[in-house]
């Protein structure tokens, strides 16, 4: 670039086209850059991000904590549908049991042709912890004719009922969280005209408690 040669009587012919590359080294000629800022905005984006994240965490965790107890104590509800199912299974091969010994001709009820009654077992619904029984728990004339017993630990007390008329039902008692209420698992069965034993679908009351 040539510089004006007649500085203030004529207008420079030959205008700078390039911008200063050398800012500050020309005084006057280009206006200073501005002054770097104090705060980053790099830290003023985290700075406001960490209390949104804060926010977002806490509402997960919300949902996510609640959900997995729910899973948790849903997966210990399968000992209670598992075991009336062996029990209801018992049953049956009792029945027939006892049905072929019947001598052909005689007349029996079938209340005779299914397991007595026997109470809660164990007596004392558990808790939030598994329990071992103790040894002699499951020798009742019920658990022995249906063939059922629990050796390793268990959240659930167990009962058979018959009523006297060819009906029964098969209970499972839980207190999984400990609350006091308990949750409660059965399933109703019957002989029925054709001289079969059913069992009707699961009655389910408070499943997680």
Known sequence: ?????YPGQYPNPYPNPYP???PGQYPGQYPPPPP???????????????????????????????AF???VKRSKTS????????ISSGVRSYYARMSSSVPPGQRVSPASLLPPSTGLTPATIPTTQRVVDPPGT????AWRA????MSSPHYYSYE??????????????GNLDGDGISSTFERAGRVSASGEVEVDGFNITNELE
């Open 36 to 66: 770097p800022s104090s705060t980053p905005t790099a830290l003023i984006v985290v700075l406001l991000m960490v209390p949104v994240g804060i926010v977002v965490l806490g509402c997960l965790a919300a949902i996510a904590i609640p």
């Open 146 to 149: 249906i063939g059922f017993s």
């Open 1 to 5: 670039m040539q510089p004006n040669q």
């Open 20 to 22: 200063n590359p050398y």
């Open 138 to 141: 499951w020798e009742t004339p």
């Open 69 to 71: 107890t729910r899973y």
């Open 160 to 173: 058979f009922e018959n009523f006297g008329d060819g009906r029964f039902v098969i209970r499972a008692y």
């Open 79 to 86: 000992e209670a549908t598992g075991n009336i199912t062996t």
